[in-house]
T-cell receptor
Framework: NAGVTQTPKFRILKIGQSMTLQCAQDMNHNYMYWYRQDPGMGLKLIYYSVGAGITDKGEVPNGYNVSRSTTEDFPLRLELAAPSQTSVYFC???????????FGQGTRLTVV | GENVEQHPSTLSVQEGDSAVIKCTYSDSASNYFPWYKQELGKRPQLIIDIRSNVGEKKDQRIAVTLNKTAKHFSLHITETQPEDSAVYFCAAIPTGGYQKVTFGTGTKLQVIP
C-alpha cells in the first residue's frame, strides 16, 4: 500500500516557467488537498477536491490550478512561476469527516 | 476565520524530561484537533487527535488535553527520547474536514541525549 505518492521530490524552476506537481493516492479517498509549507509557517491550503470532477480554492490559490479527473490523481499546475512560489508542497488525502489526513513526501520547489 | 497560535516555536529538553506544546484557537466551531509530527525532510504524520467531546486522550507517552471553554489544547510528551526530535504541528478543524483546517506554525522539539 503506497499511500500518497508525490513527484518530483525536488525541482528548480526559472521565473516564468510552468510545471505540474503530480499526486496519486491508492486508498480510494474522495478528499484530496494541496498545501504549501513555508519556513516558520503552518501548512496553507492551496486547493482541495471532494471527488472526481470537483475542485475548489483554498486559502492561497493564486498562481495555481488543479484538476481531478480520477479519484486517484490530483495534479497541481504552476503557471508562470514566481519566486514567491518557492516552498515545500504537500499533497494529502483523507476520508470525509474528523479523521487522519495522509500526506505525500513533499516536493521542494525553488523558483530562481 | 480561524486563527491558531502555537507555542513555543522551539523547545529543547533533556532526554527523559517532559515536553509540552500549547495551541490556542479562536473559532468555537472547531471541534477536531489533530497533532502531526514531521521529522526532518519527511511527511507530516498524525500522532494523536482529540475531539471536542473529550477533555483528554492518552496514547503511551503522548497525551493531548483540550479546554473548549478557554479554546486551548496541549500536547504532552513524557519520558522524551531522541527519536521524539521533530517539528510538531497542531491543527483546528470545524465540521467539514481538512478543507477548512487551520494549522499552527509548528514547534521544533530537540531532545538532547
Amino acid at each position: 500500500n503506497a499511500g500518497v505518492t508525490q513527484t518530483p521530490k525536488f525541482r528548480i524552476l526559472k521565473i516564468g516557467q510552468s510545471m505540474t506537481l503530480q499526486c496519486a493516492q491508492d486508498m480510494n479517498h474522495n478528499y484530496m488537498y494541496w498545501y504549501r509549507q513555508d519556513p516558520g509557517m503552518g501548512l496553507k491550503l492551496i486547493y482541495y477536491s471532494v471527488g472526481a470532477g470537483i475542485t475548489d480554492k483554498g486559502e492561497v490559490p493564486n498562481g495555481y490550478n488543479v484538476s481531478r479527473s480520477t479519484t486517484e490523481d490530483f495534479p497541481l499546475r504552476l503557471e508562470l512561476a514566481a519566486p514567491s512560489q518557492t516552498s515545500v508542497y504537500f499533497c494529502a488525502s483523507s476520508p470525509p469527516g474528523d479523521t487522519e489526513a495522509f500526506f505525500g513526501q513533499g516536493t521542494r520547489l525553488t523558483v530562481v | 476565520g480561524e486563527n491558531v497560535e502555537q507555542h513555543p516555536s522551539t523547545l529543547s529538553v533533556q532526554e527523559g524530561d517532559s515536553a509540552v506544546i500549547k495551541c490556542t484557537y479562536s473559532d468555537s466551531a472547531s471541534n477536531y484537533f489533530p497533532w502531526y509530527k514531521q521529522e526532518l525532510g519527511k511527511r507530516p504524520q498524525l500522532i494523536i487527535d482529540i475531539r471536542s467531546n473529550v477533555g483528554e486522550k492518552k496514547d503511551q507517552r503522548i497525551a493531548v488535553t483540550l479546554n473548549k471553554t478557554a479554546k486551548h489544547f496541549s500536547l504532552h510528551i513524557t519520558e522524551t527520547q531522541p527519536e521524539d526530535s521533530a517539528v510538531y504541528f497542531c491543527a483546528a478543524i470545524p465540521t467539514g474536514g481538512y478543507q477548512k483546517v487551520t494549522f499552527g506554525t509548528g514547534t521544533k522539539l530537540q531532545v538532547i541525549p
